[in-house]
T-cell receptor, first 123, second 111 residues
Framework: DTAVSQTPKYLVTQMGNDKSIKCEQNLGHDTMYWYKQDSKKFLKIMFSYNNKELIINETVPNRFSPKSPDKAHLNLHINSLELGDSAVYFC??????????????????????FGQGTRLTVV | SQQGEEDPQALSIQEGENATMNCSYKTSINNLQWYRQNSGRGLVHLILIRSNEREKHSGRLRVTLDTSKKSSSLLITASRAADTASYFCATVFFGNEKLTFGTGTRLTIIP
């Protein structure tokens, strides 16, 4: 019973192509994320959705477009793939998003559950 | 950058020894978490420590947090070959709605 599943696990494609990575979580979580892990193992957040609403959009080229049809799914579509897009992309989910400050409401005592990753190779 | 930094970048020890990894960060945190990543796999949450806590245990894991030094350490006691993995600290900063990961420590346990 996989908690966070992403497909495909491996993706090899040519420059200029458009591809999608799918992610689904069966944990009933409200928040989902996309992270990119480069060759040096550095993990960087790309997007975060809470209840289908975009919460975090880091400085990511607009060739990357996340889509959340419902709170259990967060797909990542990439247009015009470039060599530098080669990396491992991880989907993750958490029970709530990491809210801090604001109007005295704090959260963040929640762990993130990760998918197995999608290794994207652009040739 | 708010990214944490782990130290050392790589660590090799004999099975049965204790392994200690350190994490430093730059701004005030809500909590700090440690994750493990086995080769070719996703990250697995190990332990969470809140900013008002100083030490936490889970099985063979012991995490400490020193907010005055903005640092945390992860101790794995009686290491096993299966502990071979990369270990990441991750922080939730005040005023920032994201879990930010450190650079990771690659731990190798030699049988």
């Amino acid at each position: 019973d996989t908690a966070v599943s992403q497909t495909p696990k491996y993706l090899v494609t040519q420059m200029g192509n458009d591809k999608s990575i799918k992610c689904e979580q069966n944990l009933g979580h409200d928040t989902m994320y996309w992270y990119k892990q480069d060759s040096k193992k550095f993990l960087k957040i790309m997007f975060s959705y809470n209840n289908k609403e975009l919460i975090i959009n880091e400085t990511v080229p607009n060739r990357f477009s996340p889509k959340s049809p419902d709170k259990a799914h967060l797909n990542l579509h990439i247009n015009s793939l470039e060599l530098g897009d080669s990396a491992v992309y991880f989907c993750a989910s958490s029970q709530e998003y990491f809210v801090s400050g604001g109007q005295g409401v704090t959260s963040g005592d929640t762990e993130a559950f990760f998918g197995q990753g999608t290794r994207l190779t652009v040739v | 950058s708010q990214q944490g930094e782990e130290d050392p970048q790589a660590l090799s020890i004999q099975e049965g020894e204790n392994a200690t990894m350190n994490c430093s960060y730059k701004t005030s945190i809500n909590n700090l978490q440690w994750y493990r990543q086995n080769s070719g796999r996703g990250l697995v949450h190990l332990i969470l420590i809140r900013s008002n806590e100083r030490e936490k245990h889970s099985g063979r894991l012991r995490v400490t947090l020193d907010t005055s030094k903005k640092s945390s350490s992860l101790l794995i006691t009686a290491s096993r070959a299966a502990d071979t993995a990369s270990y990441f600290c991750a922080t939730v900063f005040f005023g920032n709605e994201k879990l930010t990961f450190g650079t990771g420590t690659r731990l190798t346990i030699i049988p």
